[in-house]
């Protein structure tokens, strides 16, 4: 019989598409995708009101480069937009990437750098997190080979919330060979707390192959809008924008993120609130006796282990819809101020019933 199916690459049949967090109960708090609980600006609201939708978006995004170029201190052709900082690594993946060669990332870190680095045809070579969560620098270093054309380094680590130092990430940069794109991904750098960690921006000055991403996404609220950007060598930033889905930034995103740029002490005040929150979190879960990472993004991380399933459930039946990766944990938003006594109270469910066993991995 002759084959009616179409060819699909055999890697990408094998691939799960990427997994959204679960959406929560009208009663409840959705706490598993690393959203911002704020309501945007009502600036932003109206401004969107009258984007002509039948016209094609500014496909160069100049006025929001410059803008974003002037607040970081870099030319607008060291900007790169992007449909949210993920389609800014894709378009950097297309640019570097492809057949026979690698791209070195800490695992466990962002869910969606396996399959994006797969599609773009390259191969992943994913280094374990050192035992307290955070990136093995000196293994990640050593994995690069004549192959590696982009390191991807995620500071603060989604979903295990540590950071990388400046000087850490210094004496890694001496090691990386100048001609292997470093890519800082910074989604989560706006609620950074920890004074000795990286801040890329300060370092694009002194090593030409760092690009650095940012997000509108997480700090800035503009999630739904599919916004970020790349800061970054000029040239390379052109190869990603020849690598770019044409016309993808909406206008209504770039009208968001030109407005929020002009509201940004007002948006640190809310990132503030919830860098707060997550530290009152973390401290009550370590008293409960969890044994959690440095948390410096908008997330907590339970080592939950063997018990990842069941204890989404126990958070499940209080109202919290959490982001389980089983079998290593559960990593939970800082999300709604209403949402952390149900948040809090569910954790301690879960101690109560992991006590009850043999093994508790995540527990002191
Ligand atoms: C580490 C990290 N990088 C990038 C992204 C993508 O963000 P966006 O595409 O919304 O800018 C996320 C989103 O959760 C993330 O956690």
Redesign the pocket.
Known sequence: MSETRVTIRPEIAALAAYSQGRAAAPDGFKLS??ENPFPPLPSVVEALADVPINRYPDGSGIALRTKIAKRYGVAPGEVQLGS????V?AQLLGAVGGHGTEVVHAWRS?E?YPSMILVSGSTGVPVALREDGSHDLDAMAAAITERTRMVIV?TPN?PTGTIVTASDFEAFMAKVPPTVLVVL?E??QEFVTDPFAVEGVDLLGRYPNLVV?R?F?KAWGL?GL?I?FALGAEYILNAARSAAIPLSVIDHAQRAALISLDHELELLERVADIAVRRERIANDLRQQGWRIPEAQGNFVWLPTGAATEEAAEVFARNGIVVRPFAPEGIRISIGERESVEALLRSAQEVVQNLRKKPADPGLD
Do not use: E, H, K, V
């Open positions: 995708s690393n949210g900082s993920i389609a690594l962002f969606a995620c989604n991904d989604a989560y991403l997000t996404s999630a599919r970020g």
